[in-house]
């Protein structure tokens, strides 16, 4: 399992969402929080790669074909037939930092 420290928990505060590409996970993750939780995705939308934001904290949206993806379990909001969910990663928070895993 490889864990990495991603940042200070304060910096989602400040910003809405971030996000931040992770070498050793040949990913981009998404950080952003919904209802006093946190949650950790990839940010590379399943359908062709193209790039997830954080839409007026209801929904994720990628620009390049329109799908919005659920803030909480990633599935697809507006497209019944795609099934791919955004890839969710594991975190947790110690001493103010989160830390993201991949098994
Ligand atoms: S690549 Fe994201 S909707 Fe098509």
């Known amino acids: 399992m490889i864990k990495k420290k ?5 910096k989602i505060e400040k ?4 996000k931040i590409w992770i070498e050793d996970f040949k990913d981009e993750i998404i950080v952003y929080k919904y209802k006093k939780k ?3 995705k990839s940010s590379i939308c399943p359908h062709f ?3 997830i934001s954080y839409k007026n904290d209801k929904y994720l949206f990628c620009y390049w074909h329109g799908l919005k993806f659920s803030t909480e379990n990633g599935q697809c909001l507006n497209q019944k037939s795609f099934k791919t969910c955004l890839i969710d990663y594991l975190y947790e928070v110690k001493k103010d930092y989160i830390y993201v895993f991949k098994k």
């Open 15 to 18: 910003n809405n969402f971030f």
């Open 49 to 51: 790669g193209g790039p």
């Open 38 to 40: 946190i949650y950790v």
């Open 6 to 10: 991603i940042c200070k928990i304060d």
